[in-house]
C-alpha cells in the first residue's frame, strides 16, 4: 500500500510563502513525475507544477517565477516553494505520484489528502 502525505499549508498574507512538503510511503519501487495540482473553491482541480524523476519542471502560467517545485528521490518527496502568494492561491493543494510498486508492476497515480493554503490579509 502507498500514501501520499502532505504538509505545510496554513494562512499566510498576500505576499507571504509557505513551503509544502509531499512524502510518500509504502510499498515503492520506483516514482517517475510527482506533481502538485489545487483545487479552489467552485472550481475543478487543476495543475500547478510537475517534476519528473530526472528534475526536469514544468510549470502553469500563473506560478511561473512565483513557485519552485523540486524532489528528492532517495526521500521519495516533493516540495514546492511557494513565494509572492496572491488570494486567488488560495485553494487546497494535493501531490500525486506515478508509482510502481514493485519492478514487474504498473505505474499507478496516487494522490495525497490535501493541504488548505489560504492566503488573506
Known amino acids: 500500500q502507498v500514501q501520499l502525505v502532505e504538509s505545510g499549508g496554513g494562512l499566510v498574507q498576500p505576499g507571504g510563502s509557505l513551503r509544502l512538503s509531499c512524502a510518500a510511503s509504502g510499498s515503492i519501487f520506483s516514482i517517475n513525475d510527482m506533481n502538485w495540482y489545487r483545487q479552489a473553491p467552485g472550481k475543478q482541480r487543476e495543475l500547478v507544477a510537475s517534476?519528473?524523476?530526472?528534475?526536469?519542471?514544468h510549470y502553469v502560467d500563473f506560478v511561473k517565477g512565483r513557485f519552485t517545485i523540486s524532489r528528492d528521490n532517495a526521500k521519495n518527496t516533493v516540495w514546492m516553494q511557494m513565494n509572492s502568494l496572491k488570494p486567488e492561491d488560495t485553494a487546497v493543494y494535493y501531490c500525486?505520484?506515478?508509482?510502481?510498486?514493485?519492478?514487474?508492476?504498473?505505474?499507478?497515480?496516487?494522490w495525497g489528502q490535501g493541504t488548505q493554503v489560504t492566503v488573506s490579509s
Open positions: 517534476i519528473t524523476r530526472g528534475g526536469r519542471t
Open positions: 500525486n505520484a506515478e508509482i510502481q510498486s514493485a519492478s514487474w508492476g504498473a505505474f499507478v497515480i496516487h
